[in-house]
């Protein structure tokens, strides 16, 4: 069985959701027959890779809120990443365009480091304040979870992987995909958002069933 998972390393529903995917996955009685295939998805394409405010302006500014709207909205995701086991420290949090994050996560998956790297990437945004868009802090990352830096930074000033990420949000309008987390099981069916634990549960075994 395959998997797919359409996300964005600055996607605070994305880490709920792939911590909500793996509890479920953790207790599938198929576990060892599913491959998880992560897939590039890039919420704000155009953004500048270092950017200015915080995150609260920065989401203000996005869905024509106030300030206070977009710390209430902070809080609210935060509290429920706590749920899921997950500690977000938005307020510190380094937003900026993800085109070569992701990049780097097809870079580590060539090597069947995908899983590792997806989390590395994402604790180190929502949790440690990583500029997710500047390319030497994905480097010095990068030996979280296998890669050394200087092989991280070799490959991020090449244009290595552009075709990959590129492929992947191809494939995501196919199939209609314009919010993530998305999960694809099979090809036959999706699961949207970071659903619960118990949806992902029904959604690995009616996909294994169906396969039969």
């Known amino acids: 069985m395959q998997v797919e998972i359409w996300s ?25 027959k599913v491959n998880v295939v992560w897939r590039s998805f890039e919420l704000d394409p155009d953004a500048p890779r270092q950017r200015e405010g915080t995150l609260r302006e920065y989401l203000a500014k996005k869905y024509h809120v106030s300030l206070e709207e977009a710390a209430a909205m902070n809080e609210r995701v935060t509290s429920v990443a706590k749920e899921a086991g997950l500690e977000y420290r938005l ?9 070569d994050a992701h990049r780097l996560l097809h870079f580590a998956a060539s090597r ?40 991280a930074m ?38 949207s958002g970071a659903q619960p634990v118990e949806v992902f549960a029904q959604a690995l075994q009616q996909t294994w069933s169906q396969a039969g």
């Open 8 to 32: 964005d390393v600055i996607c605070p529903w994305c880490y709920i959701g792939k911590r909500h995917f793996e509890q479920a996955l953790a207790d599938f009685a198929h576990k060892d």
């Open 91 to 99: 307020a510190d949090a380094r937003p900026g365009n993800t085109f």
């Open 112 to 151: 069947q480091l995908g899983d590792r790297a997806t989390e590395r990437l994402m604790h180190g945004y929502f949790s440690k304040s990583l500029p997710v868009g500047e390319r030497s802090a994905l480097a010095r990352l990068a030996p979280e979870f296998g890669i050394t830096e200087n092989e």
């Open 154 to 191: 070799t490959m991020l000033e090449s244009d290595a992987y552009a075709g990959e990420v590129r492929a992947d949000q191809a494939r995501a309008a196919k199939f209609g995909i314009t919010v993530v987390p998305f999960f694809v099981f099979d090809e036959k069916s999706g699961i």
